[in-house]
């Protein structure tokens, strides 16, 4: 997990990069304050950047190409921050019979996040 | 203190650990923070469009305050910064004996950046009149 961490992090960084060019390549040069930034850099779902003011989200947005990137980015993020999570928590609790139950349940939350992300992304 | 789990909040910030050690709490900080903030907004935002409830609407107008959005693009410009350097650095440990200035270079690079958002946002605010 110790490389997976540092791998994601820099993963994420490039595709949000790759976001925010496609966005601004895709017209969002001129509406684009700081929360419409933040939607299409992390989650670049035609629901999610409903608001945003930005003409092709039908023609642009809705395929494949864009369905795996945000399959993609959601699984760096909820693995990258429950592991950061389930470290936080272990560095506070010590070795106890808490451990294990504190550990299943950031894992139950991880699967939760993703069945919901992946039921999300693919609804549209 | 190394070994001892039961160090308060005051007596860590004795601890001389320096800019590093400030990194470090800082990137726990926001690490926790980010996880909390995307976790009730995708919650508040659920809520708010499927059941109409009313903290949720409350939430999110918090959400859409200036404040907050500068809140919020610090937590996440500091985390990607920070975890950059962290990342480089182990990757290649050849450049582990610059990690002070590559701490310095970080604060370098997050002041413009983060300077640059608050001033958009702040200058949007004050041209739609808000």
Redesign the interface.
Known sequence: MWIFT??S??G??LL?IVGVTSALIMGARTQM???TL?RWTFFPNPNHVVNSNIPDIELGWQNAFWQTMQMLIFFF?ATH??N??RI?VED?T?YSLLRPILRGLVFLLWLFALI?AVYVILAN | MATS?RVGFFQGLKYKGGGPMIAWMLH?IT??G??VI?GLH?ISSFAMQQMGSEWATSLNIIY?SDLF?IL??SF?IFH?LN??R???L??WPRFQVYQREALWLQWFILVPILGL?VY??IQ?TLAAGG
């Open positions: 540092r791998i992090g820099l994420m960084v949000a304050d700081l929360p933040l993020a921050a429950f950061g999570l936080v506070f010590g919901v | 789990r726990r690490g926790v980010i996880l995307v995708v859409e959005q919020v693009a996440v990607a975890g950059t962290i990342a480089l182990d990757l958002t958009f946002l949007r």
